[in-house]
């Protein structure tokens, strides 16, 4: 037997049991293996009748005395088997099968029996005769699996238990004793054994972190492999432009310590022959737009393309504008590229012809239709609408092999970046702007509702702006939340009578969209009503408070974007979050965004309330979910295996250790030790 063979080789797996294994996403023996117990039940502690706990589960030994069969008062079978404990106190327990008790309970012989106990009295308990073969896998600690309907728990006891005993599992040890001992590990064969049926506590704990280990380890390892690809992709190497310090130095303002560092570490990669897979991950409002602008720009005056993708139609348009003015008169041929635009086949020609030096679009520039000349630089940005094939497919329109650039505004903590983007470099921008006040953050009753409003009144009378954000374009009828329509139509005609109110979704056209931006951008347009189209990116500095509505219905990375639209300028900033009915969770989200701007501290917070699970990008650059490990539980285990995996790459470099050399090379093809993970 082997542990990469299908389950239909177990013996008594007929079609319809492996039909719900497979539900359960069991494949092969090892997946099996890996089924973990979700809890375990404690059947080793035998307890006498005196000092059992009422209602426990728990296990007593007892000698049977007498078995008396009755009838209730429905007419039914019921079994009451008299019992004396080691002690001689006596209890009873009952059954309602009697087929299935009469024949495997003989008086005069002593039995263990596991089950509630309550008024000396166990119903319908689990028991086993003291002198059975079976007894030790009856008195031991055992596991409780996770179904899937047809399957029962004692199936899938019976086939890992049977399993355990035929398949040699310590032939299957994964990691090289080196690692083993380094980190304290027990073998994988004892980690197997005791995550199904420890021995006890502590041989639970030492398996778990094994796996947990492992797990870590593996995905870690592969992805570090994969990335740094020791064959080195050979991609452009560019030249570093006295033109791109021209640029930098012109700017209307002087680039952040955070900013330079980032900006150094793009240009060092881009003057290497390898490929450039870098992330930069910088708060709302770091400034990402400028250090992408200035790779670009570098990338241009080495005669290559650049691809610039954004996540929205509005904000490909913003940033093509901003293009456009920052590299005014630099000879940079910019375009535009979304689905709505016109002319499109044109600048697809102009792109296949090079005639194009810079195309900024939202997902139209993944169509087949676009081909680049000599593509070399492609930055994606806010990656996590965007998944790892999207960008590899843009990679894939050029003969060259353009180096990648991805911007993130979820911070996420170092250790887990590791995990989730572990195939990139990354770079952080940790610090904003000089000037800029933290934005003043307030929970808002709809009873002060009129005291916030004489607050915004006074701010737009002192020529700043304000957006107002809800959830819904039209009414919906079912929850009791406020559509932008309705919202507008208050502000507009009631509230804010005296000021340019403007509102702006999803369903407006986009040339719509775009006068209305660009009116608000220019001050035309005091009060903006949106839906979360302006969620990412939107760039206005001089307005300087943020409303949001029905607060309760977003998720802390989508509060923290939102407000991000504030506090880009040197006003000082106020973001209102509005809600009434809040539950829990909200609650807790609402008291966070109060308390802090830190986009590092919201995302931990997100990670917790919410799990990694759904966090942003986790699942679409496909790293499969943990089946033990948990990224925020097991944070120490995680940076231990971190530590590890670094001490086995410098090895692996030197060159000087054989094992470590065919171990790696083995892993880099998914190869542990006889199966492949
Ligand atoms: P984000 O990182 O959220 O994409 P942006 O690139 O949109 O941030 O930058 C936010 C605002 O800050 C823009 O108006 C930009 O011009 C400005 N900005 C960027 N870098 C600096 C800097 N070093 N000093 C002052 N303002 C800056
Ligand atoms: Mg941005």
């Known amino acids: 037997m082997n542990i990469n063979d299908n389950i239909e080789s177990l013996k008594g797996v007929g079609s319809k049991r492996q039909s719900y294994l497979h539900k359960l996403n ?71 099968n009697p087929k299935y008790v009469v024949n495997r309970l003989k008086i005069d012989e002593v039995y263990y029996f596991f089950g509630k106990i309550e008024n ?44 355990l005993k035929e398949l040699n599992i310590d032939d299957y040890e994964s990691l090289i004793d080196d690692i083993v001992k380094r980190n304290n590990l027990c073998s994988y064969g004892y980690a197997i054994r005791n995550i199904h049926f420890p021995n006890d506590k502590e041989a639970y704990k030492v398996a778990k972190y094994r796996l947990i280990f492992e797990e870590f380890f593996n995905i870690q390892l592969r992805l570090i492999l994969l990335k740094n690809n020791f064959e080195e992709e050979e991609g452009i190497k560019f030249q570093m432009k006295d033109m791109v310090n021209n ?31 870098r992330i930069i991950q910088g708060d709302v409002g770091s400034g990402k737009t400028v250090i992408a602008m200035a790779a670009l720009y570098l990338s241009y005056l080495n005669g290559y393309q650049g691809a610039f993708m954004a996540p929205t139609e509005l904000l490909a348009i913003q940033h093509y504008n901003s293009f456009i003015s920052y590299f005014d008169g630099r000879g940079v041929n910019v375009r535009c590229l979304t689905s709505s635009i016109k002319n499109k086949e044109q600048i697809y020609k102009e792109i296949e012809n090079d005639a194009v030096d810079i195309v900024i679009g939202t997902h139209a520039l993944l169509q087949d239709k676009v081909k680049f000349n000599n593509l070399g630089l492609i930055i994606t940005d806010e990656q996590h609408r965007f998944g790892v094939r999207q960008r590899e497919k843009l990679s894939k329109k050029s003969n060259t092999k353009p180096d990648v650039l991805v911007m993130s505004a ?77 919202y507008y139509y208050e502000l507009n005609e009631v509230v804010f009578k005296e000021f340019n109110v403007e509102m702006i979704h999803g369903k407006l056209k986009n040339n719509e969209k775009d006068e209305i931006m660009s ?54 900033s106020y973001c209102f979050l509005l809600a009434d009915k809040l539950g829990k969770i909200s609650k807790e989200r609402i008291k966070i965004m109060t308390e802090t701007n830190d986009g590092f501290r919201i995302s931990e917070k997100d990670l917790e309330l919410r799990g990694p699970g759904d966090i942003l990008g986790i699942r679409q650059s496909g790293i499969i979910e943990f089946k033990i490990a948990n990224i925020i539980k097991n944070n120490d285990i995680l940076v231990q295996t971190q530590k590890e995996i670094k001490f086995l790459i410098n090895e692996y470099k030197s060159g000087e250790n054989k094992e ?3 171990f790696v090379n083995n892993v880099s093809k998914g190869i542990f030790k006889g199966y492949k993970i």
């Open 410 to 486: 979820t911070p996420i903590p170092r250790t887990l970046s590791m995990v989730i983007h572990g195939d990139l470099d990354i770079s952080v921008i940790d610090e904003l702007p000089v000037g800029r006040k933290e934005i003043s953050t307030h929970y808002i009753k709809k009873n002060k509702k009129n005291e916030m409003y004489d607050f915004i009144r006074k701010n737009i009378n002192e020529g700043r702006q304000a957006y107002f954000v809800c959830p819904l374009v039209e009414d919906s009828e079912k929850l009791d939340l406020l559509s932008v329509e309705k």
């Open 660 to 662: 470590i050399i065919e």
């Open 247 to 277: 640029f930098v130095d012109n700017l209307s303002f002087k680039l952040t310590g955070a900013q330079s560092r980032v900006l150094e570490e793009i240009f060092n990669d881009m003057q290497k022959k390898k490929v450039m897979n």
């Open 519 to 572: 009116r608000f951008k220019n001050g035309e347009v005091d009060i903006l009503v949106s839906t979360t189209v302006i969620e990412v990116g939107i760039d206005v500095t001089n307005a300087n408070i943020m409303v949001i509505e029905n607060a309760e219905r977003f998720g802390l990375s989508q509060l923290h974007q939102l407000r991000g639209r504030v506090g880009r300028g040197s006003f000082q």
């Open 120 to 163: 000396r009295k166990m119903i319908h308990p689990d028991f086993i005769n003291e002198k059975s073969q079976n007894v030790d896998e009856f008195l031991r600690i055992t596991p409780v699996y996770p179904l899937t309907n047809g399957l029962m728990q004692w199936h899938l006891l019976k086939m890992i238990n049977n399993l």
């Open 26 to 96: 069991i494949y092969t023996i090892k997946d099996l293996i890996n089924h973990y117990p979700i809890r375990y039940i404690n059947k080793t502690k035998i307890c006498s009748v005196k000092n059992a706990t009422h209602g426990e589960n728990i296990t007593i030994k007892g000698k049977v005395i007498n078995i008396v069969n009755r009838k209730n008062y429905k007419r039914k079978s019921l079994i009451t088997v008299l019992l004396k404990d080691k002690i001689g106190d006596n209890f009873e327990a009952v059954f309602f």
